[in-house]
């Protein structure tokens, strides 16, 4: 299975699969998937942080972009972020404003998960 946020769908909050996701629309929030893919197409837009296995970014990115083996940047992408990845791959004509911290990619994947189990038990019953 692989969910699958539409063209004309907005997301608000955070996201948590247990399966590959791949974006089309917009996410304001986090998306949270360590153990697999994550995707942002081409004319999508994300403003929050992305945790996944691998994160392939064609489209728009802006907040912390944390994967277990590679971060995938499109020409066609524009990311705004700080890249916690053991292996980054920037293709010529992709737009990037960020850091790279290659060596604290553990670290990170385990403050995210600290921070989304957090904030979902102090989020108001039904708002997740």
């Known amino acids: 299975m692989i969910t699958t946020i539409g063209k004309g769908i907005t997301v608000r909050g955070t996201i948590q699969a247990e399966e590959p996701v791949t974006i089309l629309g917009t996410v304001t929030g986090d998306v949270m998937a360590s153990d697999y893919d994550v995707t942002v197409e081409a004319g999508a837009h994300v403003d929050g942080a992305v945790m996944a296995r691998r994160i392939t970014v064609a489209g728009n990115s802006k907040g912390r972009l944390i994967a277990r083996e590679l971060v995938c940047v ?16 920037l293709a010529e004509g992709a737009t990037f404003n960020g850091s790279v911290e290659p060596a604290r990619t553990d670290a990170a994947m385990r403050v995210a998960a600290y921070r989304s189990k957090e904030a979902a038990a102090t989020a108001p019953s039904g708002a997740n």
């Open 74 to 89: 499109h020409p066609t992408a524009a990311v705004k972020a700080d890249v916690a990845s053991p292996k980054l791959s």
